[in-house]
């Protein structure tokens, strides 16, 4: 993993949101305990913790609820700094079959 985070190209209209509310839907199952009032701009390891490990939990279990497959090939520490980061890397790194 790296640690340097860049934000990718903007998603389409509407996705960003969706990612930015199933992450913070499925926060208290991968951190097993109660998050309250998350958002895009909460930060992920810094106030909430998360772990690596639980990082890719969390990437695992939005593939599974949305039914999508993430290229985790470029994911780094940075994607994880906040609920939106996450979400923006998620967005451009979606997985199309051709």
Known sequence: MTDRYTA????????RERLVDT??????RVLGREVSGATADTALMGALGLSSTAGLELVLELEERLDLEISVEDLGRGDFGTVGSLADYVAGNLITEA
């Open 8 to 15: 990718p190209p903007v998603a389409e209209a509407g996705l």
């Open 23 to 28: 992450i913070c839907a499925l926060l208290p």
